[in-house]
C-alpha cells in the first residue's frame, strides 16, 4: 500500500485538452492516487517565480527560494517584489492584543504546514510550464500565457499567506513552522491541475473548521483575516475547475473538512517522510492511509461500489478484521453517511474492501472525504475525526 490516501476526480478534460500539447496523461501513482512514489514529482528548473535549489525527478523540492522564502524581510525589496507579484500586500493592522488560546496557536501552526506545501507545489508547476517541461507544453501561446500570468499570482499569493500564518506564530513566540522536503504525484499539467483543485477543495473545508475553533475559543480577532483567505481560495478553486471543464462552483454549500483531515492528507501524500524540523508541534493525530482503488474513469453521478485497502502492518493489525469499523463519506454540509464495510481480501498485510457509494440518493457532486471509522454513528464531522483509524481518501464527481 503506498503511504498515501487516494484521490479520484472524474472532472472532464475538454477544456485543457486545448491547452495540452499531445503528451500521454501519465499519473505518478494508481488511479490517480497521491502516492509518495520513487520518482515522483516534477522536474524543475529556473522559472518566472523564485525557483527551489533542487529540481524533482527523482529529488525532493526543498526550499528557500531563490529570493529567500520563507525568510523575507519585512521592508525589502524582495518582500516588495512579492507584493508586486501577488497583486497585494499582507495585512498591515495590528494584531489581536492578546494571545490567542493554544488550541487556535494550533490552528496557525497547521495553516502555516499547509502553506508551505502549496507554495513548494506552485512553484514547480510554474516552473514546470514556463520551461516547456513535457506533459506540460501548451498548442496555443495566448493560453499558455494566460496560465503562466494566473499561476505566477498564486505562487506569490501564497508566499503571503505562509508569511502570516508564520508571522502571527512568531508574533504570539508560538512558531514559525519551518517547511520540510515535499514531492507531488504528478507529471502533467491536468493531473496538476485536478490535484490543485482537490486540495483546494479540502483547504476550503478545514479553513471553515479553522474559524469555528476561533469563535468557539473567543478568538474572534482572528477570523476576519482567515475568512479573506476562504474566499481567495475559492476564487483559486472556480479557476482551476473551468480549466478541468467544469463549472466553477462544486456546490451550494462547499463540503466540510478538519484540521485531522487536512493534517494526515499533506503528510501522507506529500511530505517526505522525517524531513520536517518541528511538525512534532503540531498537536493532530496520526491516521492509517486510505487507499480508494477504483479507477477515476469508473466514479462518476450514478450509484456504484468502491473499493479500498488500507495496511493492517505495525500499529494497525488489531484493524486486519475489520470488526466494529465502517466506511464514512462526508459530502457538502451534510450528515456523515455511513456505509458498510465488505472485506473482500487480506494478504501481506494488505486489507482490500468495498463500500457503497450511494451518490443518487445523496447528490454527492464535488468533493467527497472518505475515512475509515469505529463505529456506526455519526452526527456531524467532529465525531468522525474522533473516530477515524484510516482517511482520508478523496472523491471527487463533477
Given amino acids: 500500500l503506498d503511504r498515501a490516501s487516494a484521490v479520484v476526480s472524474t472532472q472532464s478534460t475538454g477544456a485543457i485538452a486545448s491547452l495540452v500539447s499531445a503528451v500521454p496523461l501519465q499519473k505518478r501513482g494508481p488511479d490517480g492516487s497521491w502516492g509518495h512514489h520513487g520518482n515522483s514529482g516534477y522536474q524543475s528548473s529556473t522559472s518566472v517565480a523564485p ?21 523575507i524581510a519585512s521592508g525589502s525589496s ?16 495590528p494584531p489581536p492584543p492578546a494571545p490567542p488560546a493554544e488550541d487556535d496557536l494550533l490552528s496557525l501552526r497547521l495553516i502555516a504546514f499547509n502553506e508551505l506545501w502549496e507554495v513548494a507545489f506552485f512553484t514547480e508547476l ?24 494566473a499561476i505566477t499570482a498564486v505562487q506569490a499569493q501564497e508566499e ?3 508569511l502570516n500564518a508564520n508571522g502571527a506564530l512568531a508574533h504570539f513566540n508560538a512558531g514559525p513552522i519551518l517547511p520540510c522536503q515535499y514531492v507531488a504525484p504528478v507529471d502533467n499539467f491536468h493531473d496538476a491541475i485536478a490535484l490543485a483543485s482537490t486540495f483546494t477543495d479540502v483547504v ?57 483531515f487536512a493534517f494526515n492528507a499533506i503528510n501522507q501524500n506529500f511530505v517526505v517522510p522525517g524531513s520536517c524540523p518541528n511538525v512534532n508541534t503540531i498537536n493532530l493525530p496520526t491516521f492509517g492511509a486510505l ?7 469508473q466514479i462518476t453521478a450514478q450509484d456504484s461500489t468502491l473499493s479500498f485497502s488500507f495496511s493492517a502492518e505495525g500499529q494497525w493489525s488489531q484493524y486486519a ?34 463500500a457503497n457509494f450511494p451518490f443518487v440518493e445523496n447528490k454527492l457532486f464535488g468533493l467527497t472525504i472518505a475515512v475509515v471509522a469505529k463505529g ?21 464527481v463533477l
Avoid: K, M, W
Fill in 51 to 71: 525557483p527551489a535549489p533542487t529540481d524533482s525527478g527523482s529529488n525532493p523540492f526543498s526550499f528557500p527560494l531563490s529570493n529567500g522564502f520563507p525568510n
Fill in 78 to 93: 524582495q518582500e516588495n517584489d512579492l507584493f508586486n507579484q501577488a497583486h497585494g500586500t499582507l495585512p498591515n493592522g
Fill in 126 to 149: 510554474l516552473s514546470n510550464i514556463t520551461n516547456n517541461v513535457p506533459g506540460y507544453q501548451f498548442s496555443d501561446p495566448n493560453q499558455r500565457q494566460a496560465v503562466i500570468n
Fill in 160 to 162: 503571503l499567506h505562509a
Fill in 204 to 260: 476550503l473545508g478545514t479553513l471553515g473548521d479553522v474559524v469555528t475553533h476561533f469563535g468557539q475559543n473567543g478568538d474572534n480577532g482572528l477570523i476576519r483575516g482567515v475568512a479573506s483567505v476562504i474566499g481567495q481560495e475559492g476564487e483559486q478553486d472556480g479557476y482551476y475547475r473551468s480549466l478541468l471543464g467544469n463549472i466553477p462552483s462544486a456546490n451550494p454549500f462547499l463540503t466540510a473538512s478538519v484540521r485531522e
Fill in 291 to 297: 487507499a480508494l482503488n477504483t479507477p477515476a474513469a
Fill in 321 to 354: 478484521s475489520c470488526e466494529g469499523l465502517n466506511v464514512v463519506l462526508i459530502n457538502q454540509q451534510n450528515v456523515p453517511i455511513v456505509e458498510p464495510l465488505t472485506l473482500t481480501g487480506a494478504s501481506n498485510g494488505q486489507v482490500q474492501f468495498t
Fill in 376 to 396: 456506526d454513528t455519526f452526527p456531524d464531522i467532529v465525531s468522525v475525526a474522533a473516530n477515524t483509524v484510516f482517511g482520508p481518501a478523496f472523491i471527487n
